[in-house]
Nanobody, 122 residues
């Protein structure tokens, strides 16, 4: 199987910055897409940013210009640099990866991290 381990969440004042990291490990053949989602209380989980192995990026409109997603393919790690944070960015942030992996043969599955809390105070 494949595990995703996130780190870097915390409490920050509005206007501050945080950097999230997510490292994938396990029976990985290749990782095609890595991304970050978030879920605020009472709201649905939403895509924040994604990045396929080819290097293009996709961002949710409210974070464009403030957040930057990047990958280190050699380390199977994805990062989310969050600048100019706002209270409305407060949520649990989840890492996701679409992975080709070994499981009695090769398979394609989406895996999720455990989530990391980001809280932005006014």
């Amino acid at each position: 199987q494949v595990q995703l381990v996130e780190s870097g969440g915390g409490l920050v004042q509005a206007g501050g910055s945080l950097r999230l990291s997510c490292a994938a490990s396990g029976s990985i053949v290749s990782i095609y897409v890595m991304g970050w989602y978030r879920q605020a209380p009472g709201k649905q989980r939403e895509l924040v940013a994604s990045m396929p192995s080819g290097g293009s990026t996709n961002y949710e409109d409210s974070v464009k210009g403030r957040f930057t997603i990047s990958r280190d393919n050699a380390k199977n790690t994805v990062y989310l640099q969050m600048n100019s944070l706002k209270p409305e960015d407060t949520a649990v942030y989840y890492c996701s990866a679409w992975v080709q992996h070994y499981n009695g043969g090769t398979r394609y599955s989406t895996f999720w991290g455990q989530g990391t809390q980001v809280t932005v105070s006014p």
